[in-house]
């Protein structure tokens, strides 16, 4: 799969650019806001198989002093026909491995 990053990573503008095969498909994300210690924001464009812009965030609540809950999610909305299709498909099976993957991946980096 090629990656590469434009502006300055971890930074608001940077943007994280994808194209693999049909399965990862290609698209980019940029940071849109950072709260530090608690949210980043960003706008995940999907450019193939299908065209799609969400909005991305990732939410740090302290739990305690050495603990933290992390949330992952996004949200966005599908044109014709898309969303007639999207009826039909589950999104937990299509993306919900890669946010527990990446979330543990997070995890092990933090420890």
Known sequence: ???K???TDG???AVSYWNGNK???EGEQEITKIIPEERIESELRFLKPFASTSDAYLQIDEVDVTNSKVTWGFSGKNKFP???MM???S???MVGKDFES???DLKSKLQ
């Open 1 to 3: 799969m090629e990656k």
């Open 87 to 89: 009826l039909f498909m």
């Open 11 to 13: 930074e608001v503008g």
């Open 23 to 25: 399965e990862v498909g």
């Open 91 to 93: 999104m937990d099976k």
């Open 82 to 84: 898309m969303s007639i």
């Open 5 to 7: 990053i434009t502006g």
């Open 102 to 104: 990446g979330l543990s």
